[in-house]
């Protein structure tokens, strides 16, 4: 049975399908800016709210079940951390919005041919060697998985790193973070509202969009009674005065 990682994939794959690009590397900010926005995929994704959408891009950047590739490695890495993380920043990826992701070629064609058995790539299962020389049929080794682009790229294992090893480590912080991202001001893109898509003020607290007036996370809300809309919807369910959204 398929889940929001599954879903999102399979969003994804149509996607760039559609466009042609299933082969070729895309930043990572076209997936959640303009390949399957939240505001215009959150009723197909099954996902309750905006956090519960950005753990799970988080989770297939961060390599889940090999659905895609990230580039470079030290940001995948970082991804991986925080999706183990007791309390991870679901938001962590959208400081690394040109980082490169690279389909998995096998799993996007299950998602075209509508694959009922899932789309991560199979782990393959061998029958007993006797049954096998019974039946005197030789088995098919599974595919092996294969990235799309011209330099195939293998499966990304995540390490088992024992803590005592780390903490004996020469220069081993206990309190440090466990990424830490640049401190260039200018290196960090404009942050973008999610219902709206305007920019927002950089190095303020923005609580409220100056767009559309929607809080930059959360449910999306009828500005006259501030009960729950949802994308496309005219006019308020609770109260009837027009929300303003597309």
């Known amino acids: 049975m398929s889940d929001e990682l599954d879903r999102l994939f399979e969003c994804l794959v149509e996607a760039l399908s559609q466009d042609a690009r299933l082969a070729v590397p895309f930043p990572a900010a076209d997936l959640y800016e303009r390949l399957v926005p939240y505001r215009s995929n959150r009723s197909r994704l099954k996902v309750a709210t905006h956090q519960d959408y950005e753990m799970t891009v988080l989770r297939l950047l961060a390599g889940e079940r090999g659905l895609v590739q990230l580039d470079p490695p030290d940001v995948r890495e970082g991804m991986q951390r925080e999706v183990t993380a007791t309390n991870p920043d679901t938001s962590f990826f959208r400081n ?142 609770g109260c009837g005065r027009a929300t303003g959204f597309e």
């Open 96 to 237: 690394f919005p040109e980082a490169r992701v690279m389909i998995n070629r096998f799993a996007a064609e299950r998602v075209l041919r509508g694959d009922a058995a899932g789309y991560a790539p199979p782990t393959a299962v061998r029958e007993p060697e006797a049954e096998s020389e019974r039946d005197g049929v030789e088995e098919e080794e599974e595919e092996p998985i294969s990235w799309t682009s011209e330099n195939p790229i293998p499966p990304v294992i995540f390490p088992t790193v024992d803590r005592a090893d780390v903490e004996d480590a020469p220069g081993f912080e206990p309190n440090a973070p466990a990424f830490e991202l640049a401190d260039a001001e200018d290196s960090v893109p404009p942050r973008q509202c999610p219902y709206c898509g305007g920019s927002l003020p950089a190095n303020r607290k923005v609580n409220f969009c100056p767009h559309c007036g929607q809080p930059p996370s959360g449910e999306l809300k009828c500005p006259a009674c501030g009960s729950e809309v949802d994308v496309g919807w005219a006019y308020c369910i």
